[in-house]
């Protein structure tokens, strides 16, 4: 299985997941000229895609849906929840209803052979899933847009070989910053986003032998900076109660407008 960030940031999101027999994105929230390019390093074109699945409606997670199923009609996964917004928006009400795959936390599905579990998560969005893709082998995760997380988060990630983890702001940057108090109060509470810190403790719960790759991810542009992204959180690791440190698995941050590599998970 590999996993790649073509994009992932508070201004858009679109995360690759797949092996030799089936290829997934995540979201959709930046251009489909740029999912395509990001792709293309993949030896991929949109044609190639098995499977759109969509987290949640907000604009950074599905602003080239639209387009993309115009250009190629591929299926979307997506909540009940989810889907009732998107057909709703303009500019999506040309999608055949026969293209949208409803699913359901905690509900496993299988598509091109590959076992897939959307997980309910805590944000602000109609019905908001995170998903973990098993191929038999190997596992990835996408696990962004959460304000907390909890047991059934942990106990549903356990065991995931590769991860992309909301790590989506510097708690003090989102208190001195621009961003008027409501906006920080949202950000902030159990439907908002994870904290570095909080991104950091949540990892800790969920390091073992066989992890490998975690990439930190949708990173807002004016409360973070990747460096201190990923030294808060190779912190929380290294000072934490268990026998695990940063220099056991490979730990990124994903970039904002540009792909990562790709990681053989």
Known sequence: MR????????????????????????????????IEEGLNLLDLTLSDLDGIFVTHEHEDHIHSLGVLH????????????????IKGK???????????????????LNVSGIKVLPVKISHDAAEPVAYRFDDGKKSAAVLTDLGKYDDYIINSMKGVNSIVLEANHDIHMLEVGPYRYPLKMRILSDKGHLSNDSAGQLLTCLLHDNINHILLGHLSKENN???????????????????FNCSDFDLTVAFRDEPTRCFDV
């Open 3 to 34: 996993l790649c960030s073509i994009a992932s940031g508070s201004s858009g999101n679109c995360i690759y997941v797949g092996n030799d027999n089936a290829h997934f994105i995540v979201d959709c929230g930046i251009s489909g000229k740029k």
């Open 70 to 85: 115009r250009k190629y009609p591929v299926p979307i996964y997506a909540t009940k929840g989810t889907m009732d917004y």
């Open 90 to 108: 303009k500019g999506m009400n040309n999608i055949p209803d026969e293209m949208f795959r409803v699913v359901k936390a905690d509900e496993s």
């Open 225 to 243: 900076m990747a460096e201190l992204a990923y030294e808060t959180v190779r912190m929380e690791v290294n000072l934490s109660d268990n026998s």
